[in-house]
Protein backbone atom coordinates (compact mmCIF):
# COMPACT_ATOMS: atom_id res chain seq x y z
CA UNK A 1 0.00 0.00 0.00
CA UNK A 2 2.90 2.57 0.57
CA UNK A 3 4.64 2.05 -2.58
CA UNK A 4 0.90 2.43 -4.48
CA UNK A 5 0.64 5.70 -2.28
CA UNK A 6 4.68 7.14 -3.31
CA UNK A 7 3.73 5.89 -7.00
CA UNK A 8 0.07 7.96 -6.87
CA UNK A 9 1.85 10.78 -5.02
CA UNK A 10 4.31 10.72 -8.00
CA UNK A 11 2.28 10.86 -10.13
CA UNK A 12 0.04 14.03 -8.58
CA UNK A 13 2.87 16.10 -8.54
CA UNK A 14 4.39 15.20 -12.20
CA UNK A 15 1.28 15.32 -14.08
CA UNK A 16 1.85 17.98 -15.97
CA UNK A 17 5.66 16.38 -16.96
CA UNK A 18 3.76 12.90 -18.05
CA UNK A 19 0.65 14.72 -19.85
CA UNK A 20 2.94 16.71 -21.75
CA UNK A 21 5.27 13.47 -22.40
CA UNK A 22 2.33 11.67 -23.26
CA UNK A 23 1.06 14.08 -26.10
CA UNK A 24 4.58 14.11 -27.76
CA UNK A 25 4.88 9.73 -27.49
CA UNK A 26 1.16 10.08 -28.89
CA UNK A 27 2.55 12.47 -31.53
CA UNK A 28 5.54 11.17 -33.05
CA UNK A 29 4.18 7.38 -32.66
CA UNK A 30 1.11 8.13 -34.84
CA UNK A 31 3.07 10.46 -37.45
CA UNK A 32 5.49 7.30 -38.04
CA UNK A 33 2.82 5.27 -38.51
CA UNK A 34 0.80 6.73 -40.67
CA UNK A 35 4.28 7.88 -43.18
CA UNK A 36 5.04 3.78 -42.42
CA UNK A 37 1.63 3.01 -43.48
CA UNK A 38 1.63 5.82 -46.94
CA UNK A 39 4.72 3.42 -47.74
CA UNK A 40 4.65 0.37 -47.24
CA UNK A 41 0.90 -0.42 -48.51
CA UNK A 42 1.44 1.07 -52.30
CA UNK A 43 4.72 -0.85 -52.17
CA UNK A 44 3.42 -3.73 -50.85
CA UNK A 45 0.80 -3.91 -53.15
CA UNK A 46 4.00 -3.06 -55.83
CA UNK A 47 5.93 -6.30 -54.89
CA UNK A 48 2.40 -8.34 -55.24
CA UNK A 49 2.52 -7.49 -58.61
CA UNK A 50 6.50 -7.91 -59.01
CA UNK A 51 7.19 -10.76 -56.90
CA UNK A 52 10.58 -11.38 -58.07
CA UNK A 53 11.42 -8.32 -56.48
CA UNK A 54 9.39 -8.96 -53.58
CA UNK A 55 11.83 -10.94 -51.51
CA UNK A 56 14.90 -7.99 -52.18
CA UNK A 57 12.35 -5.27 -50.53
CA UNK A 58 10.77 -7.64 -48.00
CA UNK A 59 14.85 -8.56 -46.54
CA UNK A 60 15.80 -5.18 -47.08
CA UNK A 61 13.33 -4.07 -44.28
CA UNK A 62 14.46 -7.27 -42.43
CA UNK A 63 17.37 -6.61 -42.11
CA UNK A 64 16.90 -2.92 -40.88
CA UNK A 65 14.70 -4.22 -38.17
CA UNK A 66 17.84 -6.07 -37.20
CA UNK A 67 19.44 -3.13 -36.23
CA UNK A 68 19.30 -2.70 -32.32
CA UNK A 69 17.12 0.03 -31.53
CA UNK A 70 19.05 2.35 -29.47
CA UNK A 71 22.17 1.82 -32.08
CA UNK A 72 19.79 2.95 -35.29
CA UNK A 73 19.08 6.12 -33.36
CA UNK A 74 22.89 6.86 -33.20
CA UNK A 75 23.59 5.67 -37.17
CA UNK A 76 20.89 8.21 -37.56
CA UNK A 77 22.20 11.11 -35.32
CA UNK A 78 25.43 12.20 -37.12
CA UNK A 79 23.13 12.28 -40.44
CA UNK A 80 19.68 13.97 -39.09
CA UNK A 81 20.80 15.63 -36.01
CA UNK A 82 19.18 15.41 -32.79
CA UNK A 83 15.33 15.99 -32.97
CA UNK A 84 11.73 14.63 -33.76
CA UNK A 85 13.34 14.03 -37.58
CA UNK A 86 15.38 11.56 -36.51
CA UNK A 87 12.95 10.06 -34.18
CA UNK A 88 10.42 10.01 -36.93
CA UNK A 89 12.78 8.19 -39.73
CA UNK A 90 13.83 5.32 -36.93
CA UNK A 91 10.12 4.90 -35.94
CA UNK A 92 9.51 4.60 -39.67
CA UNK A 93 12.39 2.10 -40.47
CA UNK A 94 10.78 -0.22 -37.92
CA UNK A 95 7.16 -0.17 -38.47
CA UNK A 96 7.80 -1.18 -42.08
CA UNK A 97 8.58 -4.55 -42.05
CA UNK A 98 5.04 -5.83 -40.25
CA UNK A 99 3.10 -4.09 -42.57
CA UNK A 100 4.63 -4.76 -46.30
CA UNK A 101 4.98 -8.58 -45.45
CA UNK A 102 1.36 -8.82 -44.17
CA UNK A 103 0.02 -6.54 -47.48
CA UNK A 104 1.94 -8.89 -49.58
CA UNK A 105 1.00 -11.81 -47.51
CA UNK A 106 -2.35 -10.76 -47.73
CA UNK A 107 -2.54 -10.22 -51.48
CA UNK A 108 -0.55 -13.10 -52.83
CA UNK A 109 -2.51 -15.38 -50.23
CA UNK A 110 -6.20 -14.49 -52.68
CA UNK A 111 -7.15 -17.92 -53.73
CA UNK A 112 -6.56 -18.30 -57.17
CA UNK A 113 -10.48 -20.12 -58.15
CA UNK A 114 -11.50 -16.38 -56.66
CA UNK A 115 -9.20 -14.29 -58.94
CA UNK A 116 -9.98 -16.68 -61.98
CA UNK A 117 -13.88 -15.82 -61.14
CA UNK A 118 -13.08 -12.84 -61.59
CA UNK A 119 -11.37 -12.58 -64.32
CA UNK A 120 -13.77 -15.21 -65.81
CA UNK A 121 -16.41 -12.04 -65.08
CA UNK A 122 -14.38 -9.85 -67.63
CA UNK A 123 -12.58 -7.78 -64.46
CA UNK A 124 -9.36 -6.49 -65.31
CA UNK A 125 -6.05 -6.87 -63.09
CA UNK A 126 -6.99 -3.05 -61.27
CA UNK A 127 -10.71 -4.35 -60.20
CA UNK A 128 -9.50 -7.62 -59.59
CA UNK A 129 -7.20 -5.55 -57.05
CA UNK A 130 -9.62 -3.12 -55.78
CA UNK A 131 -12.67 -5.31 -55.98
CA UNK A 132 -11.19 -9.01 -54.34
CA UNK A 133 -7.43 -8.63 -53.32
CA UNK A 134 -7.47 -5.75 -51.40
CA UNK A 135 -10.77 -6.67 -49.00
CA UNK A 136 -9.79 -10.03 -48.86
CA UNK A 137 -6.69 -9.07 -47.47
CA UNK A 138 -7.59 -6.45 -45.02
CA UNK A 139 -7.35 -8.53 -42.17
CA UNK A 140 -3.96 -9.28 -42.37
CA UNK A 141 -2.86 -5.48 -43.64
CA UNK A 142 -4.51 -4.16 -40.37
CA UNK A 143 -2.81 -7.05 -38.20
CA UNK A 144 0.35 -6.13 -39.87
CA UNK A 145 -0.77 -2.34 -38.92
CA UNK A 146 -1.44 -2.88 -35.20
CA UNK A 147 1.86 -4.53 -34.78
CA UNK A 148 3.64 -1.84 -36.12
CA UNK A 149 2.16 0.16 -33.82
CA UNK A 150 2.32 -1.72 -30.37
CA UNK A 151 6.10 -1.86 -31.41
CA UNK A 152 6.38 1.74 -32.46
CA UNK A 153 4.70 2.89 -29.31
CA UNK A 154 7.51 0.91 -27.30
CA UNK A 155 10.48 2.06 -29.16
CA UNK A 156 9.53 5.82 -29.19
CA UNK A 157 10.76 5.33 -25.75
CA UNK A 158 14.19 5.83 -27.08
CA UNK A 159 13.63 9.04 -28.78
CA UNK A 160 14.23 10.76 -25.72
CA UNK A 161 17.96 9.97 -26.25
CA UNK A 162 18.07 12.47 -29.52
CA UNK A 163 15.91 14.82 -27.79
CA UNK A 164 12.50 14.15 -29.37
CA UNK A 165 10.46 14.13 -25.77
CA UNK A 166 7.73 11.41 -25.44
CA UNK A 167 7.15 9.35 -22.48
CA UNK A 168 11.08 8.31 -22.75
CA UNK A 169 12.01 11.43 -20.64
CA UNK A 170 9.73 10.44 -17.54
CA UNK A 171 11.11 7.17 -17.83
CA UNK A 172 14.29 8.29 -18.15
CA UNK A 173 14.30 11.19 -15.65
CA UNK A 174 13.36 8.00 -12.48
CA UNK A 175 16.27 5.70 -13.96
CA UNK A 176 18.64 8.75 -13.35
CA UNK A 177 17.17 9.70 -9.89
CA UNK A 178 16.60 6.01 -8.87
CA UNK A 179 12.81 6.66 -8.75
CA UNK A 180 10.67 3.51 -9.30
CA UNK A 181 7.74 5.56 -9.18
CA UNK A 182 8.70 7.74 -11.88
CA UNK A 183 9.92 5.31 -13.48
CA UNK A 184 6.86 3.48 -13.83
CA UNK A 185 4.74 6.75 -14.41
CA UNK A 186 6.14 6.43 -17.84
CA UNK A 187 6.19 3.26 -18.21
CA UNK A 188 2.16 2.28 -18.14
CA UNK A 189 1.15 5.23 -19.44
CA UNK A 190 3.32 3.79 -22.66
CA UNK A 191 1.46 0.36 -22.14
CA UNK A 192 -1.53 1.81 -21.91
CA UNK A 193 -0.95 3.99 -24.91
CA UNK A 194 -0.53 0.73 -27.08
CA UNK A 195 -3.27 -0.98 -25.71
CA UNK A 196 -5.67 2.07 -26.78
CA UNK A 197 -4.39 2.31 -30.26
CA UNK A 198 -4.53 -1.55 -30.77
CA UNK A 199 -7.92 -1.55 -29.59
CA UNK A 200 -8.86 1.95 -31.87
CA UNK A 201 -7.36 -0.50 -34.76
CA UNK A 202 -9.04 -3.54 -34.00
CA UNK A 203 -12.35 -1.83 -34.12
CA UNK A 204 -11.45 -0.05 -37.58
CA UNK A 205 -10.70 -3.48 -38.72
CA UNK A 206 -13.86 -4.53 -37.81
CA UNK A 207 -15.77 -1.71 -39.47
CA UNK A 208 -13.73 -2.13 -42.74
CA UNK A 209 -13.18 -5.99 -43.01
CA UNK A 210 -16.00 -7.50 -45.64
CA UNK A 211 -19.24 -9.18 -43.39
CA UNK A 212 -18.20 -12.63 -45.75
CA UNK A 213 -15.47 -13.21 -44.27
CA UNK A 214 -14.91 -11.36 -40.79
CA UNK A 215 -13.62 -13.83 -37.89
CA UNK A 216 -16.70 -14.82 -35.45
Request: hydrophobic share 55%.
Amino acid sequence: MKALQVFWDTVVSRQDLILESAIEHLFISFLAILIAVCISLPLGIYISRKRKVAELYIGITAVLQTIPSLALFGFLVPLLGIGTVTALVALIIYALLPILRNTYTGITGVEEGIIEAGEGMGMTSRQILWKIQLPLSLPYMMAGIRTATVLTVGVATLATFVGAGGLGDVIWRGLQSWNNSLVLAGAIPVALLALFLDFILKLIEKKVTPKGIKSN
